[in-house]
């Protein structure tokens, strides 16, 4: 993330300010612009403003900004904490799509419809409850179960499913990457022949394959050629995992960078879509000094580790195939 100064006074502020804390200014932000004072040269409030504390300037009908426009279906607000969570999962949802604006993928469709859209769900309630609801990716459109915005609940699943990482932006983070394998890839035959050799054949049956690792866990010897375990399930997930590593590694070093965390005179000053134009290879090196001191701090202060991830050659190449994807990076 950026560094961010009121536009009025100058003093510091916070991607997710509503107003300066300085200063007192209403502030609205926009994708490409950054922050401007509220109400100042055309800019209006997103109609979620009052609801969630949305900070982003409307762009669309209805008054939404360009993130809550993507949200097609949200929680159902009589329930007790549902308000909390779909705020949780916005101010999340932002930050994505700030970076996905700055790296130059669309959001929209052919047609200029927000696409991918979130669908954002709770869990039916009641004395006859239904299924609960599957977090995933169909067709542009992901689902979210809210109760990833509750802390402990993704805690227990994360242990549950004996995952060293879990959390809310890493989801939405993987979610989306299915979402641009159909967009970039899935039509292009050109890339599924470059992706094919070092993610495999996507073409394997998915629900036999997330089957077989829920039954048989994964390969031994994965930490060798997989990001996570649960990236030997399918290459559709191994694409989406590394994906989202990919911009977990983006979007920290742009903050480490914006707060001079990282010293690299070849990298200083560079913002997410100029790094994202840099080799994985040249990233590399800095992005595992980095974790790896951050590992120490997050320890601690008596936390896990901040980057329970090995990055070995056979991932950093795959992390340099999904870059290579990216607008920025051509």
């Excluded at 997710?16 to 932000?29: D, E, K, R, Y």
């Excluded at 669309?106 to 239904?130: K, N, Q, S, T």
């Excluded at 970039?184 to 054949?201: E, K, M, N, Y």
């Amino acid at each position: 993330m950026r560094r961010y100064h009121c536009p009025s006074c100058g003093a510091e502020i916070w991607f997710h300010n509503t107003a300066c804390l300085s200063c007192g200014t209403g502030l609205a932000f926009l994708t490409g612009r950054g922050f401007g004072p509220l109400g100042t040269g055309g800019t209006s409030a997103c109609a979620n403003r009052a609801v969630i504390g949305c900070n982003w300037a409307a762009t669309g009908p209805g008054g939404l900004c360009l993130s809550c426009a993507q949200s097609t279906v949200i929680p159902d607000l009589s329930v007790p904490g549902n308000g909390r969570r779909w705020a949780r999962i916005e101010r999340d949802k932002r930050a994505l799509i700030r970076m996905l604006d700055a790296l130059g993928l669309p959001l929209h469709d052919a047609a200029g419809a927000p696409a991918p859209v979130f669908e954002l769900r709770g869990d039916p309630i009641g004395p006859a409850p239904g299924p609960k609801v599957i977090t995933g990716h169909a067709h542009g459109t992901i689902t979210l179960n809210i109760a990833e915005a509750d802390d402990a609940e993704r805690e227990r699943i994360r242990a549950e499913m004996g995952e060293p990482y879990r959390t809310l932006a890493g989801h939405l983070r993987h979610e989306v990457a299915h979402h641009y394998w159909d967009v970039l890839v899935a039509s292009d035959p050109g890339a599924l022949d470059r992706l094919r050799p070092i993610f495999g054949d996507e073409r394997a049956d998915y629900g036999a394959a997330l089957e077989r690792h829920y039954r048989e866990g994964p390969p031994p010897g994965w930490e060798a050629t997989h990001v996570t375990a649960y990236a030997t399930s399918h290459p559709w997930e191994d694409f989406a995992d590394t994906w989202a590593h990919l911009f977990n590694i983006l979007d920290s070093m742009e903050t480490a960078l914006a707060y001079e965390l990282l010293h690299d005179d070849g990298l200083q000053g560079l913002e997410i879509a100029a790094l994202a134009a840099l080799p994985v290879g040249r990233l590399a090196e800095r992005w595992i000094a980095l974790s790896v001191a951050l590992n120490a701090v997050n320890e601690a202060m008596g936390h896990g580790s901040f980057n329970p991830f090995v990055l070995r050659p056979a991932v950093l190449e795959k992390l340099e195939a999904v870059r290579r994807l990216l607008p920025v990076a051509n």
